[in-house]
């Protein structure tokens, strides 16, 4: 009897530590499923670029897709699919777009003001065991007295930065190219003011916005235009 205690106390240590976040289990919040989704698009150095059709199964049981396949909506060889995040009855906006044999970038956009905390956003992404080595930040300018913009939402965005940008790695992985972007629907528009904040996962590793391929443009449908950082 004292053995077998032995030895179920010792099975623990000997399995090693457990992700708490498996593939089929549903994520707790929605920076969890984010960096799921973002961990799962990086290219892995062994089994390479996935096909189209086997890109639908990455991202967790948070990513939704829609059931109409990849689709050219645009000119020239540009690629999209969409679907949705979803947790916790929190929804957002996926896109993936490439050509007819890679995938170059993952878009998910969800409300700005579900992500209040930036730092939990990155701790969620160094759990997936991605390293983030930051390499551009851009705040967003100043408003003058009497501008438009100089409202609630335009105080609230002015309190965060605008654009980041990332060199990203993950053992056994491809590095990549991470960015995040804030932005606000325009002042004045007919619906009611929206935030968002928009994470993008380029899988080129030498990814920069002055040499962005045409299939490497992946925005959220419906989104607003990125806010201008001139």
Not at 145 to 160: I, P, T, V
Not at 161 to 171: K, L, M, N, V
């Amino acid at each position: 009897m004292k053995l077998i205690l032995i030895l179920a106390a010792a099975l623990p240590a000997l399995s090693g530590p457990v992700s708490a976040q498996q593939p089929w289990e549903l994520a707790s919040t929605v920076e969890q499923a984010v960096a799921r989704a973002l961990a799962d698009a990086m290219v892995h150095s062994r089994y390479g670029q996935p096909t189209w059709a086997g890109f639908g199964v990455h991202g967790g049981r948070d990513i939704y897709w829609h059931l109409v396949g990849p689709t050219s909506d645009s000119p020239g060889p540009v690629i999209r699919r969409t679907g949705w995040l979803a947790v916790g009855g929190k929804t957002g906006s996926v896109a993936v777009c490439g050509d007819a044999t890679e995938i170059r970038a993952v878009t998910i956009s969800v409300g700005d003001l579900w992500l209040d905390d930036d730092a939990a956003m990155m701790a969620a992404i160094a759990a997936r065991a991605m390293t983030t080595d930051l390499v551009t930040s851009v705040e967003f300018p100043a408003v003058q007295e009497g501008d438009d913009r100089n409202g609630y939402y335009g105080n609230l965005l002015r309190e965060r930065t605008a654009y980041r940008q990332w060199r990203i790695s993950r053992p056994d992985h491809a590095p990549a190219v991470l960015t995040a972007r804030r932005a606000c629907t325009p002042p004045g528009t007919r619906s009611a003011t929206q935030c968002s904040m928009t994470w993008t996962l380029y899988r080129r590793p030498n990814y920069s916005r002055d040499t962005q391929l045409p299939a490497e443009d992946c925005p959220i449908g419906g989104r607003s235009r990125e806010v201008s950082l001139d």
